[in-house]
């Protein structure tokens, strides 16, 4: 059983487009994740919701933007998808830390590598 | 607020030699520590994490780190390199509040046989 996962694995497109990628967790877990890793393996957090609330939103152009469903859904929509787009993407979920405010670690997807021509 | 420096972007060792990947964090309060590996063309998997208990954490395949408060240090060690450990290794700190992650550049470690 995969715990978070990712659709489309790979997804190539043209300047301009606009594309979704899909992230899943079957862990239970309140909280979900987006990254983006870049050529240098840097890797920079996106967004976060907690709960289908948005609780992190980093400084990230208004063309990503993520939509929750539900609590074991984040997916990231890209409107007008530009060259420098290009990364891995992560998805990543975790446990709420909650009123004791106890940390749990995060579990990673595979990644969706996007290339923007 | 917090952040990590890992030292050396790519590290060589021969197959059996000690693995030592340097990561220094800052942190206005004592923070939660974790060292993840990303194989290619994989995700990432957690090694280990250390959550103010032992200050010695032991994690998967053979690799621990060592939290030094002096030093504010939290660098990962194995004994002895394996082909199978080449990847690369990110450190990172947390908020201890909001779950959130500043992950280190990450190190690229390289198993010579």
């Known amino acids: 059983d995969t715990a978070v996962s990712q659709t489309p694995k790979y997804l190539v497109t043209q300047m301009g487009n606009d594309k979704s990628i899909k992230c899943e967790q079957n862990?239970?877990?309140?909280?979900m994740y987006w990254y983006k890793q870049d050529s240098k393996k840097f890797l920079k957090i996106m967004f976060s919701y907690n709960n289908k609330e948005l609780i992190i939103n980093e400084t990230v152009p208004n063309r990503f933007s993520p939509k929750s469903p539900d609590k074991a859904h984040l997916n990231l929509h890209i409107n007008s998808l530009e060259l420098g787009d290009s990364a891995v993407y992560f998805c990543?979920?975790?446990?709420?830390?909650?009123?004791?405010?106890?940390?749990?670690?995060?579990?990673f997807g595979p990644g969706t590598r996007l290339t923007v021509t | 607020a917090q952040s990590v420096t890992q030292l050396g972007s790519h590290v060589s060792v021969s197959e059996g030699a000690l693995v030592l990947l340097r990561c220094n964090y800052s942190s206005s309060v004592p923070p939660y520590l974790f060292w993840y590996v990303q194989y290619p063309n994989q995700g990432l998997q957690l090694l280990l994490k250390?959550?103010?208990?032992?200050?010695l954490v032991k994690g998967i395949n053979g690799f621990e780190a060592e939290f030094k408060k002096s030093e504010t240090s939290f660098h990962l060690t194995k004994p002895s390199a394996h082909m199978s450990d080449a990847a690369e290794y990110f450190c990172a700190v947390s908020k201890n509040t909001g779950n959130q992650f500043y992950f280190g550049t990450g190190t690229s470690l390289t198993v010579i046989p």
């Open positions: 990543a979920s975790s446990q709420d830390g909650g009123r004791l405010k106890l940390f749990y670690e995060q579990y």
């Open positions: 862990l239970g877990h309140d909280t």
């Open positions: 250390y959550t103010s208990a032992a200050t």
